[in-house]
């Protein structure tokens, strides 16, 4: 795979990181799609036995880095299967080669490539950074959405918005459940409060799509405890670029690791209210 063109701007250019994060996903997506073809090969498992990490996983996020060393030698990388380069640019770019990777092994069309380019930013999210461009590729649906700061969101090129229902009684919540024993039981308590509350529940298994759907107005609000920066780099900014709100733990913590709650700025409180039963 040959590497994407150098963008022609400076790094504080949110709208060309973005579309260099456009075309990394892109071709990524069909790396793995075309791996995908081949047969999946599990290498490793992380947090449990069921918390797996393919050879496409890995290959993903080598061709990645490896563009992004080419076109932005002076940015920093962090990917989920263990990519950490220190950057003196600013940009730090947070990679998830396949979230979803479940969804990846089963053949279910609900996985992509995110990636996002990122600079500090310590009351922004629990990580201490905030993306200011970025991408997710679902290759299954030919879907890539895209999102730079102040610039809005766009699906293939169409700008799109969430749906904005405030009301909770009717409004299509996703979520996610981690690989840990200990935190499913918890995360299944979050689900007994708030499924007589809400229309409905869906968990799809990779939550940059999750943010993604929320953006395009397929679902109406998305929670989740337990994600990791890869998890929600480029869907945040997606997501916010598209109308949404994003709430951490409280008022006073940044999203995140801990939570992360996303919907319209009217039905996000309540959303978080009821899933943490406050």
């Known amino acids: 795979m040959t590497a994407p063109r150098t963008p022609e701007a400076a790094p504080a250019d949110a709208a060309a990181l973005a579309d260099f994060a456009g ?37 993903s996020e080598r061709v990645i880095v490896e563009a992004i060393r080419i076109a932005r030698p002076d940015d920093g990388v962090l990917g989920e299967e263990g990519t950490g380069i220190e950057g003196t640019s600013g940009i730090t770019w947070v990679i998830d080669p396949i979230d979803g990777t479940v969804n990846y092994l089963y053949n279910l069309p609900a996985y992509c490539v995110s990636i996002a380019a990122t ?14 461009a970025g991408a997710v590729c679902n290759p299954r649906t030919g879907e890539l959405f ?18 904005g229902k405030t009301e909770l009684a009717t409004a299509l919540v996703g979520t996610g459940f981690g690989y840990t024993v200990e935190r499913r039981i918890e995360q299944a308590a979050q689900v007994s409060r708030l499924l007589p509350r809400a229309r409905d529940i869906r968990r799809m298994g990779s939550a940059a799509y999750d943010l993604c759907m929320l953006a395009a107005g397929r679902l109406d609000a998305y929670y989740e405890r337990g994600l990791q920066p890869w998890d929600y780099a480029a869907g945040a900014l997606i997501a916010r670029e598209a109308g949404a709100e994003i709430l951490g733990h409280t008022d006073g913590t940044a999203p995140g690791e801990p939570f992360l709650c996303a919907a319209a700025p009217g039905l996000a409180p309540e959303l978080r209210e009821i899933v943490l039963g406050d």
């Open 23 to 59: 075309e990394l996903a892109e071709r990524a997506a069909r790396l793995i799609l075309d791996l995908r073809s081949q047969g999946v090969e599990v290498a490793a498992s992380k947090s449990s036995a069921v918390d797996i990490v393919t050879h496409a996983d890995r290959e």
């Open 146 to 163: 895209v999102a730079h700061q102040g610039g809005g969101t766009t699906r293939n090129g169409e700008p799109i918005r969430i749906s």
């Open 119 to 132: 600079v500090a930013d310590p009351g922004a999210f629990a990580d201490g950074r905030r993306a200011i």
